[in-house]
């Protein structure tokens, strides 16, 4: 089955660094982009990022909001993803998921599965 | 940047059908923007309901089906059941832009 598995969510000050990983199971990992989204508590989905397969360069896009801050890598070695988040304020308080795109899509949509989420607290 | 919009709220009753809708502030949605649409019930993680306006999963309910109307992306529920009260999300992709999350619909069947 397939299954996504969020880590690495935890407490930190503000101006601070946090890595999220995300591990996948079953299915051809190093074949799909992934993509990651976060809720800020009470608050609706924002999509953050993606990372391209390898077949299709491997490349990454941003939102504008956390562009230069965070950064998508991958581990098609290990099946994991990876969110680096640098300089984090308080306004990046949430939960944290990675999903997958649909294979071939070229817009870095959650497709179809979701992880379960990782809680991201920024405070000073 | 395109704002995409939603209800922010709807009632349903059980057994009844209500449509969501989705639209984009730069104008009608089209399939070029590939709507999806999520599903997130309380405490749980969001799963994707409907991909590329109107396709399907397998864990997709039979009483859920999307389409394009009136200019917006939409998505309606015909027979309500009271595991349907979540809150209910669109995307659109934008050519050589981000995608964009709507604001979120709350749907209660009351």
């Known amino acids: 089955d397939v299954q996504l598995v969020e880590s690495g969510g935890d407490l930190v000050q503000t101006g601070r660094s946090l890595r999220l990983s995300c591990r996948a199971f079953g299915f051809l990992f190093d074949e799909y982009s992934m993509t990651w989204v976060r809720q800020a508590p009470g608050k609706g989905l924002e999509w953050l990022g993606f990372?391209?397969?390898?077949?299709?360069?491997?490349?990454?896009q941003y939102a504008a909001s956390v562009k230069g801050r965070f950064t998508i890598s991958r581990d098609d070695f290990y099946n994991i993803v990876y969110l680096q988040m640098d300089t984090l304020k308080s306004d990046d308080t949430g939960v944290y998921y990675c999903a997958r795109v649909r294979r071939g899509f070229s817009f870095g949509v959650p497709g179809d599965y979701w992880g379960q989420g990782t809680l991201v607290t920024v405070s000073s | 940047q395109a704002v995409v919009t939603q209800e922010p709220s709807l009632t349903v009753s059980p057994g009844g059908t209500v449509t969501l809708t989705c639209g984009s502030s730069t104008g009608p949605v089209t399939s070029g923007h590939h709507p999806h649409w999520f599903q997130q019930r309380p405490g749980q993680a969001p799963r994707t309901l409907i991909y590329?306006?109107?396709n399907k999963h397998s864990w997709s309910p039979v009483r859920f089906s999307g389409s394009l109307l009136g200019g917006k992306a939409a998505l309606t529920l015909s027979g309500a059941q009271p595991e349907d009260e979540a809150d209910y999300y669109c995307i659109l992709s934008y050519d050589n832009t981000r995608p964009i999350f709507g604001g979120g619909t709350k749907l209660t069947v009351l």
């Open positions: 590329d306006i109107s």
């Open positions: 990372i391209r397969a390898e077949a299709d360069g491997g490349t990454t």
